[in-house]
C-alpha cells in the first residue's frame, strides 16, 4: 500500500520542547515578579507547576486541553492570593510565545521541505505549539490538535480525525513521532503505519508489545527513507 499522506507529532519530534517549556514559565513567572509580586511570592515555579499537576489530577476531562488546564491553574493561584479577576489573557500570551520559541533540531527544516514537495503534511500533537509562531507553517497541509478534536494521543480518533483531513485510508497514512505509547502505539491502533523518531538511542519498551516496523534516528533518515521505499 502506498504512503499518500504523513503526519508528524511536534514536540521533541521536530525539536525539543522542554527548553521552550521552561522558557515560558519564567517569562510568565518574571511578569508575575513585576506586576503582581504577591502571587510570585505565594506561587514560585515549582509551586505553580505542583498546582498544574493538581488541576490536571482533578480534571481528567481536560486531558487533552492544556491551555484550559493552563488557564484554570493560574485563575486558581490568584483567586488563593484573594485576586477574583486573573489577566488570564495576558498570562496566556506571554506563556505561549516563549514556549513556542523553539529551535527545530538541525535536520527538521531540511526534511521537511523535502517530505512536504512530495507529500502532503498534518501535525498531529496533544500540546500547544503553533505552526505559525514556531515557523514551520509553510510545510503543512493541516493542523490537528488534541483540544480541537476532544481527544489526545494514544486515543485513535484523534489519528482518523487527520486521516479525515487527507481524504485517504488510515493505512496509506505514516505517522512519525518520538512517544512510542502516544505516537507508535496510538497510530497503529487507528490503523497508521507508523515510525518511531528515536533520537537518543533509547530501547523500545518490551511492554507494549512488538517494535515498530521502521526505528529512525532523525528526520533526515525518515526523509532518505520515503524516497527511497514509499510511492506516493
Request: glycine share 4%.
Amino acid at each position: 500500500m502506498p504512503i499518500r499522506a504523513v503526519t508528524l507529532d511536534l514536540d521533541d519530534t521536530l525539536w525539543p520542547v522542554l527548553p521552550a517549556l521552561e522558557l515560558a514559565d519564567r517569562a510568565v513567572d518574571d511578569y508575575l515578579r513585576e506586576h503582581w509580586p504577591e502571587v510570585a511570592r505565594a506561587w514560585p515555579i515549582p509551586a505553580m507547576r505542583e498546582l498544574r499537576a493538581q488541576v490536571a489530577a482533578e480534571r481528567p476531562d481536560l486531558a487533552h486541553d492544556f491551555t484550559t488546564q493552563r488557564r484554570l491553574t493560574q485563575q486558581q493561584a490568584f483567586a488563593a492570593c484573594g485576586i477574583a479577576d486573573a489577566p488570564l489573557d495576558t498570562l496566556w500570551e506571554i506563556y505561549f510565545a516563549a514556549r513556542n520559541a523553539v529551535e527545530p533540531w538541525p535536520d527538521s527544516l531540511p526534511a521537511l521541505e523535502r517530505l512536504a514537495a512530495r507529500w502532503p503534511l498534518a501535525s498531529l500533537t496533544n500540546g500547544n505549539a503553533d505552526l505559525a509562531r514556531t515557523g514551520v507553517q509553510a510545510h503543512f497541509a493541516h493542523h490537528v490538535c488534541s483540544r480541537d478534536v476532544g481527544a489526545a494521543k494514544p486515543d485513535p480518533r484523534i489519528f482518523l480525525a487527520a486521516v479525515a483531513q487527507f481524504g485517504v485510508t488510515p493505512d496509506e497514512v505514516l505517522h512519525v513521532g518520538d512517544d512510542p505509547e502516544l505516537d507508535v502505539i496510538g497510530a497503529r491502533s487507528a490503523g497508521l503505519r507508523a515510525v518511531w523518531i528515536n533520537r537518543h538511542g533509547e530501547t523500545w519498551p518490551a511492554v507494549l508489545g512488538p517494535a515498530p516496523e521502521l526505528e529512525l534516528r532523525d528526520l533526515g533518515e525518515l526523509a532518505d527513507w520515503l524516497e527511497s521505499h514509499a510511492t506516493a
